[in-house]
């Protein structure tokens, strides 16, 4: 979208660093009453309050976590936002704040910032988070977000990774490997538009896919949901490295194992209709694919019917003694053990 | 540093992110009560307080803010928690956690990691910190650091910049400009060191410049001495991008003007013996050099006796209306405009 020649393009250093965040800031509202003063002093100021405070940060580095290709800055800005946020809902807790510090090259314009900032914005309208500070400088190569989240929560509510019981249930929001399928679509449509750029692509198929990828939410409803039915896992954590990759998490931090069943993994029809296109096992992929900001938890058996029939949850399996192991239980009842594939950006390689 | 062929090299993919973390800050420590849970969840956890808690972030990239050819690795992570820590500081507040996020490409060696944190965790040590979180991963060029910091302070002791009134004392901390300075030294030592790599600099007259370069210290000790004094300061901010530059802001979100004194601004000799080496105004150096973290502050006029005779402490002026404007009184009593030539990264020329 860079390449666009038409668009107008203002230079940075015309701004300055304190009026490019001014600008870029001006119109974010704030929610929060904890918010007792935001950007334009050393540091912002967060009410006191009778709350724990939960504390989370993630950095997205252009080549490593995103290609701007085909990576639309406003979704770019949306996602970074909900990637932070998702961890903050993974301890059971409200968010709050957060800070966004970027680091661009002058080859961004600044209208490729207020793009960013738009996808920021938006997170922080529908989330109900407020933008308190931050710090913008350049960057000798592409674009880097490092965003931090502040949030909220009763002591007793905090839900931790290492509280699984054995005989609890394992628990997912939603459904699980789309993320990962979006992006191979979306790198699919790059090659082919490198071949051929008057190609237009059909997408129809792949919406949902596409969506998962671009612009993930953050299952805060989930965690409201939870108190609703009055349900408090024992353990919990995002997923953002893939399914195989988290529940190892829970089960090593609980000293527990577990027991994944198959045919109970929740599946889009687009993620198995793609899985079958691209020659990919849909369970491989709902294991390892990553990126579904899906929150997964495990409750006690005895809240079995409060969890069962809603359509947001799925349960999956249930905890084992940590002597059994972490396995998953084929379709044709094997139980094969689990391996985490979750993603080390150390192993790629160094494009320098 | 890196140039040293002998030093061990552990590939950072060997231990992929999550046993990197754990390596990298196993030996940390925790000092406050305020730490309910550290590294190791999807959010660390802050117990509630009463009091309010203070956040602030900074991003440092080399190239732009650091020069890994003349920073040791354990200066440069001792460098960029002292940066953070100040802007806690300059608001009355006190430090007691960070989160440390890097994004490293894999030239670095885990060796050189291991450094880094060593400064890291030298100055958690130092000014009682925990390091609660963070975030690692691989970058395309080069090293990138994002630490957020976050601090306490009882509401009625937060001092924002807005706060200078009419007839204020304009006070400040330590020195200034030898952070500047250190910097000249080590980049005309490295232009030498690129024509003769033989050649034995002798640095003994810069000692002082070059350590306020790569070991800055934040003047938590100030904030403990005007508790001590019994002095609140109305307004106050920390000198990163250079004296006029913080005074602008002071004065202008003060809706103030200013009289800075130029026989009043506290210069160390080797400031002013090296100012005149390099052929440049010490004066100059003082209002525009930068990367001091000393604190300046405004008091009240009462509280004159209390500040005038300590050592660590500078009266360099005083506040004035805002219809008067922000001037510096010189050595020949003439009034010229204060100019902010404060750093604007992005005006810096693009090395990509």
Redesign the interface.
Same mark, same amino acid.
């Given at each position: 979208m860079l390449e666009d020649k038409n668009q107008e393009r203002t230079?940075?250093?015309e701004?300055?660093?304190f009026g490019?965040i001014n600008h870029l800031t001006e119109h974010f509202k704030l929610y929060n009453s904890s918010t007792?003063?935001g950007i334009?002093?050393?540091?912002?100021?967060?009410?006191?309050? !009778?709350? !724990?405070?939960? &504390?989370?940060?993630?950095?997205l580095? !252009?080549?490593?976590?995103f290609d701007l290709s085909y990576m639309p800055l406003k979704h770019l800005g949306y996602k970074a936002v909900m990637v932070n946020l998702?961890?903050?809902y993974?301890?059971n807790?409200v968010a709050e704040?957060i800070?966004v510090? &970027?680091?661009v090259?002058?080859?961004f314009p600044l209208e490729a910032l207020e793009e960013l900032y738009a996808g920021i914005q938006l997170a922080c309208d529908t989330y109900k988070v407020d933008l &308190?500070?931050?710090?913008t400088?350049?960057?000798?190569?592409?674009m880097?977000l490092?965003i931090?989240?502040?949030?909220t929560a009763e002591?007793e509510e &905090?839900v931790?990774?290492d509280g699984a019981k054995d005989t609890d249930l394992i628990v997912v929001s939603g459904d699980l490997g789309a993320a990962y399928l979006g992006l191979q679509v979306l790198e699919r449509e790059k090659q082919v538009f490198q071949v051929n750029p008057q190609s237009q692509p059909d997408l129809d198929n792949y919406t949902y896919l596409i969506e998962r990828q671009l612009k993930p939410e953050a299952r805060k409803d989930v965690v409201e949901l939870l108190k609703e039915l009055e349900v408090k896992p024992t353990s919990?954590?995002?997923i953002s490295d893939g399914l195989s990759s988290e529940i190892m998490h829970l089960c090593t931090?609980s000293k527990t194992g577990c027991k994944i069943y198959e045919d109970k993994l929740p599946l889009d029809p687009q993620v198995i209709s793609t899985s079958e296109e691209f020659k990919m096992d849909s369970t491989m992929i709902a294991l390892s694919g990553g990126e579904d900001y899906e929150l997964l938890f495990t409750v006690p058996l005895a809240d079995f019917d409060k969890i069962k029939s809603n359509p947001n949850l799925s349960i999956i399996g249930h905890v084992v003694a940590q002597s059994e192991g972490m396995n998953l239980v084929t379709r044709a009842n094997q139980e094969i053990e689990l391996k985490a594939q979750g993603w080390?950006?150390?192993?790629?390689g160094?494009? !320098?």
């Open positions: 230079s940075l250093a701004l300055g660093e490019l007792a003063k334009g002093d050393d540091a912002a100021v967060i009410s006191a309050s !009778e709350k !724990e405070r939960l &504390i989370t940060t993630d950095l580095v !252009e080549g490593v976590h998702s961890d903050v993974a301890m807790g704040q800070t510090s &970027i680091a090259s002058n080859r &308190i500070g931050g710090d400088t350049s960057s000798t190569k592409g880097l490092s931090t989240a502040i949030g002591k &905090i931790y990774r919990m954590i995002d931090q080390n950006t150390f192993k790629q160094d494009q !320098e």
